[in-house]
């Protein structure tokens, strides 16, 4: 049941990526109602930002959904990492996602989670 993803550029260089597995999808499947996605992660060596997806659940216990590398916070990033969640989730969008107030993460919101 895992699953992944990659985005690259027109070099074949990687720009995105994207990762869940078996356990992700069913606790999102389960407690997939509300969504964290955190972007303050930053590794050093590659400059990639590196971005969980949380849930919480019924014992209010932080759950990892999923997780994703980017290459860039601007919004063509964010719309492709929010549509390939969505994907690799069986299509079924989160009601409620919290994030910082990136303004390239909220018009992706606005693209991929309608």
């Known amino acids: 049941m895992f699953s992944w993803d990659v985005q690259k550029d027109e070099f074949d260089r990687l ?3 994207f990762w869940v597995d078996g356990i992700g999808k069913i606790d999102y499947d389960c407690f997939g109602d509300v969504v964290i996605f955190d972007t303050s992660y930053r590794l050093n060596k ?5 971005a969980p997806f949380v849930g919480v659940n019924n014992h209010w216990q932080n759950i990892l959904l999923g997780m994703t590398f980017l290459s860039q916070e601007i919004i063509k990033s964010f719309t492709w990492v ?8 069986g ?3 989160p009601i409620t996602i919290y994030i910082d107030q ?4 909220a018009r992706a919101i606005e693209v991929a989670l309608p």
């Open 46 to 50: 590659y400059n990639l930002v590196c």
């Open 15 to 17: 720009l995105n990526f």
């Open 82 to 89: 929010f549509t390939t969640f969505v994907r690799m989730m």
């Open 91 to 93: 299509d079924k969008q």
């Open 102 to 105: 990136d303004q390239a993460m």
